[in-house]
């Protein structure tokens, strides 16, 4: 059985940082792009970003570019998402997603895998 399992969410102040964690299980990921997603109440899923299978190609919502960081680490089957100057319009539910195949993709619709989500939550 696939698991994604996301940890690292928290209460941070505004400006904080913080880093998710996603570990897969089950089968490995290493040939897969996979992705970060966010939920914030009463608003869809939306993008934040994504990494290629090595690791050499990353994509990022706009809002996001030079804030955010995805990377991989293939022998430990985790993708990690660090999160720097945080908003209070940063917090939402943030869900780790895992392609079938290499190609780096941004819509939620092209990820078969999901985790639970965890949550991050930025005070003002």
């Known amino acids: 059985q696939v698991q994604l399992v996301e940890s690292g969410g928290g209460l941070v102040q505004a400006g904080g940082s913080l880093r998710l964690s996603c570990t897969a299980s089950g089968r490995t990921f290493s040939t897969n792009a996979m992705g970060w997603f966010r939920q914030a109440p009463g608003k869809e899923r939306e993008f934040v970003a994504a990494i290629n299978w090595s690791g050499s190609t990353s994509y990022y919502a706009d809002s996001l570019k030079g804030r955010f960081t995805i990377s991989r680490d293939n022998a430990k089957n985790t993708v990690f998402l660090q999160m720097n100057s945080l908003k209070p319009e940063d917090m939402a539910v943030y869900y780790c997603?895992?392609?079938?195949?290499?190609?780096?993709?941004?819509?939620?619709?092209?990820?078969?895998?999901w985790g639970q989500g965890t949550q991050v939550t930025v005070s003002s």
């Open positions: 997603a895992a392609r079938t195949t290499a190609l780096v993709l941004t819509s939620d619709r092209n990820y078969a895998y």
